[in-house]
């Protein structure tokens, strides 16, 4: 008890050097402005691009006094947020201008932790949302995957299914948002018809309910020749649900398989702890040597350079975070799927593993995201050990880059594939089929077919957001504590 008591103590010793030392009386800060001095105060010190952002300058105010009046200029927390983050999507919205794409705050924590855990209002449908044409106004949905025990699912909603409208409004640039977020809504179906999207005059009413998706979608062993080709679809870095994780790999173990297909099409991201069992749950041949490196602010990264530089860094391992022993593979190749909804932990699996074994990338190019967050809580140590029991806001903000053993982590435009063949809107096929375009250019490459993999012209549309995005957490990749926790 003692020791934990110190390393409280410690914590927020540390917390207070490393700001800057004349705004740091709280006793200071008026009640109405409490959780605008908590967002400058945990931005201050965390975010990544500090330096950058001219009010976050450790120099910017003479005192706490000069601090409030700046805080008093934001009604709104949120407005606040906002106006500290370097070029955000929100302010910035073209592509191209934004460089904090993934900064959020939430009002309510709870909200926060449930999406980090994998538990969200769902009405198991996930799709994703594209332009119709190159003016960018009207917008068009397609189901991508249905999650067990949801509403869609005793709707008997398919992959594949395309939708154009919602309660009869179709759906927009603008509108999109307002209308998906309602807990319940009628979706308008539609045909592909060569490319142009048809309604069809089908529909179907779904309602939004608490479900914890299990990420380990879908497992299988595929007998090709003398190839026993594992296959695991895995759509989120969920630590609750790593044991899952762990068990699949066992079954697969179990049966003798030479090749693994990962499948991380839809996947977006979660725990960098998460990723790097994942990893090491794909080789194991390479435990406590270096997956990936984090990179922090300037003040942080001279804080840890000069006092545990090793704090930093991300080790492959053989145990869970329960020390429960991985089941891993030892493998020296992998075949991983991809779209341009694998973004940030997926991402971070197939550039750490890079140095060290032969990924084949089939699919799309990755989103690009090469950044991660932490959660902040309103307390002296920015955990949510003594946290204001007056507000429950709390920020993710990124606060670290993440590179490989070899320093690249440069991949803001995505990963481009080995292979490319991108998803075709009117030949999804079933997941976990041979016959499943994106799983059966694995199977070829894996036996070796020796007949070049060409994909007959499809049309091209330009995506727009996918379920991750618009819940908005479901895309972050974290880390899941602060770099002074001892």
Not at 205 to 231: C, D, F
Not at 378 to 406: C, E, W
Request: some cysteine; aromatic content about 12%.
């Amino acid at each position: 008890m003692k020791n934990h008591i110190y390393n409280f103590l410690l914590l927020v010793s540390l917390v207070f050097a490393l700001q800057s030392c004349e705004v740091q009386d709280d006793n200071k800060v008026p009640e109405d402005i409490a959780i605008n001095n908590f967002v400058w105060k945990g931005l201050n010190l965390y975010y990544l691009w500090q330096s950058d952002v001219a009010n976050l300058a450790d120099d910017r105010f003479a005192n706490q006094s000069d601090l409030n009046t700046f805080l008093y200029g934001f009604p709104q927390p949120e407005n606040l947020f906002q106006q500290l983050l370097n070029k955000p999507r929100s302010l910035y919205p073209n592509p191209g201008e934004a460089i904090d794409r993934f900064s959020v705050i939430f009002s309510d924590y709870n909200q926060l932790e449930g999406i980090l855990s994998g538990t969200t209002e769902n009405n198991g449908a996930d799709f994703a949302l594209y332009f119709k044409d190159a003016s960018q106004t009207s917008v068009f949905g397609v189901v991508r995957y249905i999650l067990p025990n949801s509403d869609a699912a005793l709707k008997d909603v398919q992959r594949g299914a395309i939708f154009y409208a919602i309660n009869g409004t179709a759906l927009t640039k603008e509108n999109y948002n307002a209308l998906l977020n309602n807990d319940s809504y009628t979706m308008n179906f539609a045909d592909y018809d060569s490319g142009n999207i048809t309604p069809n005059g089908q529909s179907v009413s779904l309602t939004k309910s608490v479900i914890s998706e299990n990420p380990v979608y879908l497992t299988s062993v595929i007998n090709s020749g003398a190839h026993k080709i594992g296959y695991l679809m895995y759509n989120g870095f969920y630590p609750n649900y790593e044991s899952q994780l762990n068990a699949a790999f066992s079954n697969l173990k179990s049966q003798g398989i030479t090749e693994l297909v990962l499948d991380l099409r839809y996947n977006s991201g979660g725990s960098v702890a998460t990723a790097t069992r994942l990893a090491s749950l794909i080789t194991g041949q390479f435990t406590n040597q270096i997956f990936a490196k984090e990179q922090w602010n300037a003040k942080l990264e001279d804080y840890y350079n000069s006092t545990n530089p090793s704090t930093l860094l991300n080790f492959f391992t053989n145990k869970l975070g329960n020390n429960e022993t991985l089941s891993s593979l030892n493998l020296n190749k992998v075949y991983i799927l991809t779209t341009k909804s694998s973004a940030s932990a997926s991402e971070l699996v197939i550039n750490g593993l890079k140095p060290y074994i032969n990924v084949v990338q089939i699919g799309d190019v990755t989103t690009g995201k090469n950044v991660g967050s932490v959660t902040l809580y309103d307390s002296p140590s920015f955990s949510k050990t003594g946290s204001s029991t007056k507000h429950r806001y709390a920020m993710q903000p990124i606060v670290l880059k993440i590179v490989n053993k070899v320093g690249f982590g440069d991949y803001i435009n995505g990963l481009e594939p080995t292979i490319e063949l991108k998803e075709d809107f009117g030949n999804l096929g079933v997941l976990g089929d041979t016959d499943e375009p994106l799983l059966n250019a694995a199977i070829n490459t894996i036996v070796g077919s020796g007949r070049p993999l060409v994909q007959k012209r499809i049309r091209n549309f330009d995506a727009l957001q996918d379920n991750s995005t618009i819940a908005r957490l479901k895309s972050e990749m974290y880390v899941d504590s602060k770099p002074f926790r001892q």
